[in-house]
């Protein structure tokens, strides 16, 4: 039998908003009375719960300001690579045939292979949606950009690629286009997304890092010799571009089958105004 034990006199239970918590001594102060006074302290800006809180709101915000997305490509690549630079040229010819296809072409929103698809998906009157992140070194959209987020948090940024993109296409990058990269193998890979499919766009840059994924990753039993199908490296913007349409063809997102059921792309206008009433 449990001991007879009666709490402590001296510790009375208290309500402190949803919480029952067990003190030794009375409220100094409620929370009405901390939001009303003059001269608190703001150190409550820097700490989780607030977090919390702004980073729903980036959710909000980007469910909010993509929901009338069209069918649409995400391009990754550096943010190092300057105009002129025939990887950037390539880049503006990405976005200019994606947008031949029908496809919104969305980028993160910074300079060089970023800026590059943004630019050819604007020059031919295409929908260019770039999604920022607060970087110290990037601090903003490109020009090219016809509908932006900035993002102060990577995972929200991210979400947001996930969940408005029906494809990824990786032009050459460094950390941040590899991140990038792995986390759309793994969601395809375990299933926690549609099979979409992936390009990577440059066999000579690309070239050891898949030599050494098939290599080691594959040879030694890391994944399955099937896995190795899950991405298409190629030289071709075209081919690229017809990689994705074809696959497309045969799949059963509710989103690509309703675009296919439409006859012309949605106008850049219509999707703006609609982002804008929100």
Known sequence: MAPNITPDPDKARMLRGPMLLRTDGAKKSTYDQRLLEL????DWLHADPWRILRIQGEFVSGFDAL?????AVTVFGSARIPEGHPWYQQGCDLGKALVAADYAVITGGGPGLMEAPNRGAHES???????????????????????????????????MFLKYSQAFICLPGGFGTLDELFEV??????????NYP????GTEFWGGLIDWIRERLAAEGLISPQDMDLFLVTDSVEEAVQHIVDAHGVMTDERLANATQVDEYTPVHEVLEQADRR
């Open 125 to 159: 009157d295409g929908l260019s949606v770039g999604l920022g992140i607060e970087l110290p070194h990037e601090q903003h959209l490109n020009k090219w950009v016809d509908l932006g987020l900035n993002f102060r948090y990577f995972f929200a940024r991210k979400t």
């Open 198 to 201: 992936i390009v990577l766009l």
């Open 185 to 194: 193998l793994c969601m395809v890979q375990t299933g926690k997304v549609t």
């Open 67 to 71: 929901a009338s997305m069209p069918k």
């Open 39 to 42: 001269g608190s302290d703001h």
